[in-house]
């Protein structure tokens, strides 16, 4: 798996493979969707809305939008941000890691997981942190296996959702 950095064009419109390739990713996804309500549609999310998602990522100045590569294609696809907006947060956070679903299950997520904290380390970075939605079990018990620990219970800042906030030391 290789991990190639997103970056929008100066007209921030991505290639029409490439967001083929993400409509895709995205839509294979429809029950972790329907959870986090983030599309207002979760059986039908169109390009213009992954376009538009992403865009509002990659506004803030400290996220980074990762994609990740296998033989077959794009597998998944991690956002981070290298500094919370709460400046007495001192670590890096995961906001999404999602894989494809027709792929998930073959170990792509840990090794997704395990790339980003590496990208962490590497910057000297000692932890990392993320939220699990409290109505995501599932996403839980995902992290809480790769060592993640739950930390705190709080709404999340976008939307005011119920999340658990994990942790987990990098050195």
Excluded at 33 to 59: K, N, T, Y
Excluded at 94 to 123: C, K, T, W, Y
Aim: with cysteine; hydrophobic share 45%.
């Amino acid at each position: 798996m290789i991990l190639e950095p997103l970056t929008l064009p100066p007209d921030h419109g991505l290639p029409d493979g490439l967001l083929t390739e993400l409509t895709a990713l995205y839509a294979s996804q429809r029950d972790f969707h329907a959870l986090s309500g983030d599309f207002p549609g979760p059986d039908g999310i169109r390009p213009e809305q992954v376009a538009a998602a992403l865009a509002d990522e990659l506004a803030g100045p400290d996220a980074e939008v990762l994609l990740a590569r296998g033989e077959g294609g794009l597998v998944g696809i991690a956002i981070t941000l290298v500094h919370h907006p709460d400046p007495a947060d001192p670590d890096p956070w995961i906001g999404l890691l999602m894989i494809d679903a027709g792929v998930q299950g073959h170990g792509h997520g840990r090794r997704l997981a395990s790339l980003v904290e590496d990208r962490f380390r590497a910057a000297g970075r000692t932890a990392v942190r993320l939220a699990v939605l409290g109505n995501n079990p599932a996403g839980l018990a995902f992290w809480t296996a790769l060592g993640y620990e739950v930390i705190d219970h709080r709404e999340d800042l976008r939307s005011g959702r119920p999340c658990a906030v994990l942790r987990k030391r990098l050195v």
